[in-house]
Nanobody
Framework: QLQLVESGGGLVQPGGSLRLSCAAS????????VGWFRQAPGKEREGVSC????????YYADSAKGRFTISRDNAKNTVYLQMNSLKPEDTAVYYC????????????????????????WGQGTQVTVSS
């Protein structure tokens, strides 16, 4: 059974950077689309960035474009989210999710309506951007 563990969250000042990691165990991520999502208190979950299993094809939410970079290292069975120029509005719990590739899945689809693809979820890591 696929298990995901996020790490790398923390407290950072506005303008700072963090790199989140999503490490998988028990199952190889090679055949999975993986996404980063976030949820702030009182707000709906947002798909921040998602990446395909190969190519790779990548989707970024408008809020992430130009500041965040998603990448994957299949040898380490890990997906990363590099976050630069962080803003207070980036404060949230960040989750990674992985869905097995299929003919219907796409990075934008996974980020937009993850429930359709029944992904596995990690437990989340808190990111707080504050001075």
């Amino acid at each position: 059974q696929l298990q995901l563990v996020e790490s790398g969250g923390g407290l950072v000042q506005p303008g700072g950077s963090l790199r989140l990691s999503c490490a998988a165990s028990e199952v190889s991520l090679d055949w999975y689309f993986v996404g980063w999502f976030r949820q702030a208190p009182g707000k709906e979950r947002e798909g921040v960035s998602c990446i395909s299993s190969t190519d790779p094809a990548i989707y970024y939410a408008d809020s992430a474009k130009g500041r965040f970079t998603i990448s994957r290292d299949n040898a380490k069975n890990t997906v990363y989210l590099q976050m630069n120029s962080l803003k207070p509005e980036d404060t949230a719990v960040y989750y990674c999710a992985a869905a097995y590739r299929s003919r219907s899945i796409s990075p934008q689809g996974l980020c937009g309506t993850p429930v359709i693809f029944r992904p596995a979820w990690g437990q989340g890591t808190q990111v707080t951007v504050s001075s």
